[in-house]
């Protein structure tokens, strides 16, 4: 568990810690690992809120905290969605914007004595996360970015996710069964006839999103379902023990070899 006694993972989006609970999680371990979700306010279809991404990376992070002794964060909102400019109601920043704002979080958490930082991501166009990472970690700074695409494969496995994930782009089976276990009330009619798929979309970050979908959609969504949902986020949480200990034991490479 989250290791304050109290159950401060479940109040919305935002967490419900104070900052004695933080003080005494802390006091537990020997490296604090701080997790911040990243999402984005983008379109997912006529069926998923533009929030979905922000959503997701939520849904993860407290899975993690409810199994692991980390430091909870409120989300990132905004990303970069520029691919999904087409249609209203999407809003971007910058990958410079970005990638400040989460180098000046690092560097908050840091200077209040937690020593690492994993990003949960949830929105594919952000891309600028790796960056942030690569130099924070040449920086001798502990940083990470989770789930990798081999956690989100397990997880598909074990929760028995019939789409691929080059299938599964965008408002499909897995985003569609995330949001149907975590917060069903936001997921509106209609998921279960929006099926479309395009893998070839070598040109995306050219042409944008609408060139291949005119629904926003690129998925299964039909598949989705909230039990699979439900171990789509253990999986994850699962997956997430092996970072944690690299990140509070002071290995280096040689632990992932290992």
Known sequence: MSGSGADTTGFGVVPADTTEDVRMRAAGVSTQVA???????EQHGPFLP?????????????EIA???????????????????????GTVSVSAVTLHAVVRDIADSLRRSGVGALVVVNAHGGNYVLGNVVQEASARG?????????????????????????????????????????????????GYESADFTADDRRHLLTVGMSAYTGSGVIGRP????????????AGLAESFGALFGLLTSGSGPAAVRG
């Open 66 to 88: 409810g199994a692991y002794p980390v430091h909870l964060l409120p989300p990132v909102t905004i990303g970069c969605s520029h691919e999904h400019a087409d249609w209203p």
């Open 50 to 62: 533009l929030a979905t991404d922000t959503l997701v990376a939520c849904a993860v992070a407290r």
């Open 141 to 189: 700074e502990r940083m990470a970015l989770f789930p990798a695409a081999e956690d989100w494969e397990a997880a598909r496995q074990r929760a028995g996710v019939l789409t691929s994930l080059l299938t599964d782009m965008h408002a499909g089976e897995i985003e569609t069964s995330i949001l149907l276990h975590a917060h069903p009330e936001v997921v509106r009619p």
């Open 222 to 233: 039909s598949l989705g379902s909230a039990e699979k949902g439900k171990e789509l986020l």
């Open 35 to 41: 997790v911040l979700p990243v999402g984005s306010f």
